[in-house]
């Protein structure tokens, strides 16, 4: 199908990157929108059953994620990321069914499925957004892609807020659940757009060039051997910050806000996750500076802007507790400075995992290998996800939840620095080059179709 010269067209970097933003802007975007709104958008009673359900989630997702490069590598991104997504729809339909039927069992069941699912969602991800751009356009479309996914957050979110304005109730409705599944759905029918690698072509007249992935168990070798990659091994803090704190932030925004207060903060928290991976996005890119340059001095900017906003919620985080039981409107007088804290937290999550996509991206070319360090990032992304859920279930006073993201955040750093130290300037092997004309008339070489 993707050889008519129809598809053809469709088979560029760009395009490709914006049907896998599409893919996630239904599925994970909209499950984030969920989260956002604290409990599941359900009572904030109700926090004890999502934080089991989460830790399920998370705890599933580090076990598959790190064995996740092999599936997709044998399986193929499309497929995998077709059986990934369908985990998403069946967790917001478990949600739903939840809201109606009390069934809390069912809720924790589907955490635990989704996080198999998204375990080897995330690795097809990573693959196609790490793999498909040139070199010079990564850090672009890595922000193209994290802008379109994080459209699927603001997209929940005006669901739920349209859907609860006046709700002053402690859940969301039942029909923002429904609206949540169908949205998830139509995602599951995207994936199935998503083009091979093997027909992906650049505009520089590059191909994406891949080995082939010969059997189960040579590709298991392969993941095992991420784990003697000195720049992983420095970046496993870094992994496990990028999602330590969104049971924080997100059991904050239920503990102190009222629902359409909540919904609103969900849409700017993810609406300034795309203006800062537009940002920094472009600043990787900047061709006047070498890659290693512009690499540094993106992380100098991460740094100072990181460690401000933790500041800034720490000394917040002081003015109240796990006990708070007064939550404020969007038309309170103290909304002002809370809502603005909410949104920098969105802001500075969108550098902080924008850059790692892109200091992964600059460590190979090769979308094999680039699937198995997508895997392990999300699976230990995961596990410190999984950590922070069982924290916060155990109710320990959020400001010690708010002191140990911002230190594990802060100890990042000097690792992150050391492997951006070595960032070379190009990965790529001048085999790589074909001549269109060549691929019109049937000379192109044999890729491997996966």
């Keep these: ?47 004890s059953l999502t934080d089991s359900a989460n830790g ?99 997209l929940g979110s005006v669901i739920a807020l349209g859907l609860n304005l006046q709700n002053e109730a402690g859940g969301v409705s039942t029909g923002t659940y429904t609206a949540f599944v169908v949205v998830m759905l139509v995602g599951v029918v995207f994936s199935l757009i998503i083009a091979p690698p093997s027909k992906v072509v650049r505009s520089n007249g590059t191909r994406i060039s891949m080995s082939k992935s010969s059997d189960w168990k040579t590709e298991l070798k392969g993941v095992l051997l991420v784990w003697k990659e000195w720049r992983m091994i420095c970046l496993i803090p870094a992994f ?106 969105g802001f500075s999550d969108s550098l902080y995992q924008s850059y790692m996509y892109w200091l992964m991206g600059a460590m190979s070319n090769d979308p094999a290998l680039l699937a198995r360090y997508a895997g392990f990032y999300k699976a230990t992304q995961s596990a410190g996800a999984a950590i922070s859920f069982g924290i916060d279930a155990v109710d320990i006073p959020l400001r010690w939840e708010c002191l140990i993201c911002w230190i594990l955040v802060f100890i990042s750093f000097p690792l992150i620095a050391v492997v951006a130290n070595k960032v070379t300037e190009t990965n790529e092997a001048p085999e790589d080059t074909y001549e269109p004309s060549d691929f019109s008339s049937g000379k192109e070489k044999a890729y491997i179709e996966n």
């Design 1 to 47: 199908m993707f050889d008519s010269p129809f598809f053809q067209k469709f088979n560029s970097p760009i395009v490709q990157i914006v049907f896998l933003g599409l893919v996630c802007l239904c599925c994970p975007g909209m499950f984030n929108a969920l989260s956002g709104l604290g409990a599941g958008g359900s009572m904030s009673s109700n926090v």
């Design 240 to 345: 496990l910050a990028s999602n330590w704190f969104y049971s924080y932030q997100f059991r904050v925004n239920a503990v102190y806000f009222d629902p359409s207060a909540r919904a609103l903060n969900d849409t700017m928290y993810w609406g300034l996750q795309i203006i800062g991976s537009l940002m920094i996005g472009y600043l990787l890119d900047y061709q006047g500076m070498s890659r290693r340059t512009r690499g540094i001095v993106a992380l100098v900017i991460l740094f100072l802007i990181v460690m401000g906003v933790w500041a800034g919620g720490f000394a917040f985080q002081l003015t109240f507790d796990n006990d708070y039981n007064n939550p404020i409107g969007w038309k309170d007088s103290r909304f002002g400075g809370p809502f603005v804290l909410y949104m920098l937290y």
């Design 56 to 154: 399920a989630l998370y705890g599933c997702f580090a076990i598959v994620g790190f064995f996740a490069g092999t599936f997709t590598n044998m399986i193929g991104v499309k497929y995998t990321l077709t059986i990934g997504s369908i985990g998403y729809a069946l967790y917001s339909a478990a949600m739903w069914v939840y809201d109606r039927k009390q069934v809390g069992g069912f809720v924790i069941a589907a955490g635990a499925i989704l996080g198999c699912c998204a375990g080897v969602f995330w690795s097809a991800q990573g693959s196609i957004m790490m793999s498909y751009p040139e070199e010079k356009n990564k850090g672009k479309y890595v922000a193209i892609f994290w802008a379109l996914f994080n459209f699927g957050g603001i």
